[in-house]
């Protein structure tokens, strides 16, 4: 499965009452280390397909959900559970030590 690019108009459906956990990435175009991140979430969402999935919120053009989470640095990493935050990382990540953070 892609990737699925999360808006406000879409969050309640995609995050909130998803069955499966969702590992969120807010990024930005601009952003250096979110473009180097960007394959190793590629690769993820297509191994861990139906098992996590994996959303993409542009803090540019998704003002108020970056606000609503706290986002302060970017790349912002979030894995919610249950519609609510499990854990989450600010920076660049290896694609391993995303995985050892999904587990």
């Given at each position: 499965?892609?990737?699925?690019?999360?808006?406000?108009?879409n969050?309640?459906?995609?995050?909130?009452?998803?069955?499966?956990?969702?590992?969120?990435?807010?990024?930005?175009?601009?952003?250096?280390?979110?473009?180097?991140?960007?394959?190793?979430?590629?690769?993820?969402?297509?191994?861990?397909?139906?098992?996590?999935?994996?959303?993409?919120?542009?803090?540019?053009?998704?003002g108020?959900?970056?606000?609503?989470?706290?986002?302060?640095?970017?790349?912002?990493?979030?894995l919610?559970?249950?519609?609510?935050?499990?854990?989450?990382?600010?920076?660049?990540?290896?694609?391993?030590?995303?995985?050892?953070?999904?587990?």
């Amino acid at each position: 499965m892609a990737e699925i690019k999360i808006t406000a108009a879409n969050f309640q459906e995609e995050v909130v009452n998803s069955e499966i956990p969702v590992l969120l990435d807010f990024w930005a175009t601009w952003c250096g280390p979110c473009n180097m991140i960007a394959p190793a979430l590629e690769e993820i969402a297509q191994e861990y397909e139906g098992k996590i999935k994996v959303g993409k919120v542009n803090v540019d053009e998704e003002g108020l959900l970056a606000a609503q989470f706290g986002v302060t640095g970017i790349p912002y990493v979030v894995l919610m559970k249950d519609g609510k935050i499990a854990d989450s990382f600010v920076g660049y990540r290896s694609r391993e030590e995303i995985q050892a953070f999904l587990k």
